[in-house]
Nanobody, 126 residues
């Protein structure tokens, strides 16, 4: 069982930065792939970024490429999403997700993930 708790969301002006953190509990954290997704009301949850078990492989959606960076610290059981040059269209609830035990690689869709956090709101003002 893995429990995920996101933090770091808030209100920021366009062009600003935020760093989201996702603290995980559970013994399998360091061996599974992790991801970040976001969702706005009335729309489907959207893939943002993924990272493999070691942090050696990452993938970022085209919509945030070169602005967002995913990373992890297995010693701290934490995954991060550094968000720079934020735009109003980045406004959403951001969710951290963990793959199931044995799934150590990248996951690109919601169906690749088994555990979800409660979400943290990010609002970017113009």
């Amino acid at each position: 069982q893995v429990q995920l708790v996101e933090s770091g969301g808030g209100l920021v002006q366009a062009g600003g930065s935020l760093r989201l953190s996702c603290a995980a509990s559970g013994r399998t954290f360091s061996s599974v792939g992790m991801g970040w997704f976001r969702q706005v009301p009335g729309k489907e949850r959207e893939f943002v970024a993924a990272i493999n078990w070691s942090g050696g492989s990452t993938y970022t959606a085209d919509s945030v490429k070169d602005r967002f960076t995913i990373s992890r610290d297995n010693a701290k059981n934490t995954v991060y999403l550094q968000m720079n040059s934020l735009k109003p269209e980045d406004t959403a609830v951001y969710y951290c997700a963990a793959r199931n035990s044995g799934a150590s690689g990248l996951g690109y869709t919601i169906y690749n993930y088994h555990y979800w956090g409660q979400g943290t709101q990010v609002t970017v003002s113009s």
